[in-house]
């Protein structure tokens, strides 16, 4: 990733010396590179290039390529921290981390307020988060095309008591599932494993 986010900003700049977008004298502008990272395991690559080149003796050592970017690691904050953070990323951290239908619905009154003067980011929210609940497999949720947050709320609170009922149903045909093998154990010996 840091040579990716070196050659990335070797083109930026490639570009907008290209269309004369640069500062006075010819300058050109600093540039922030933020990797936002949500995988589910921690981020171990390293985050300037220098460190992808080995010590080199003597002189050369002093030029050797340096370029830093800013990791963000989703994993690496609890949910307690991201709750205390009043910001658009926590935000969208918080929701992709949510673990039921409930958590979703709270988090998204929270940006049906937080977003109230801004129709453009409510929108955008609201496509992103309609295409992360049909990502999540077991919701087995469809939804239709809707652009409003209050109707996604509208239509994830219909779907809740849906979703606590087959989890019901779903431990209730487990737990009789295991009555059943624990009889037929008792009353023939071990159940050999279906392959």
């Not at 989703?74 to 992709?96: I, K, M, P």
Request: proline share 5%.
């Amino acid at each position: 990733m840091a040579l990716r986010i070196m050659v990335y900003i070797g083109l930026l700049y490639q570009d907008l010396i290209k269309r004369g977008d640069v500062l006075a004298e010819g300058r050109l502008p600093p540039i922030l590179p933020i990797v936002l990272y949500n995988g589910k395991q921690r981020w171990t690559s390293v985050t300037d290039v220098a460190d992808l080149i080995p010590v080199v003796p003597g002189l050369v050592e002093q030029f050797k390529s340096h370029l830093k970017y800013l990791l963000i690691d989703e994993n690496a904050y609890s949910d307690a921290e991201l709750a205390s953070l009043t910001n658009l990323v926590a935000a969208v951290f918080r929701f992709e981390q949510a673990d039921s239908p409930a958590t979703m619905e709270g988090l998204i009154s929270l940006l049906i307020d937080w977003l109230a003067d801004r129709p453009d980011l409510r929108r955008m929210f609201s496509l992103w988060i309609r295409a992360t609940l049909m990502r999540k497999p077991k919701y087995g949720i469809l939804l239709p095309k809707i652009d409003d947050l209050q109707e996604i709320k509208v239509m994830l609170a219909d779907r809740l008591e849906q979703w606590v009922l087959a989890y019901i149903a779903e431990g209730e045909l487990k737990g009789e599932m295991l009555s059943l093998q624990r009889l037929l154990s008792k009353r023939f010996g071990a159940i050999p494993a279906v392959t």
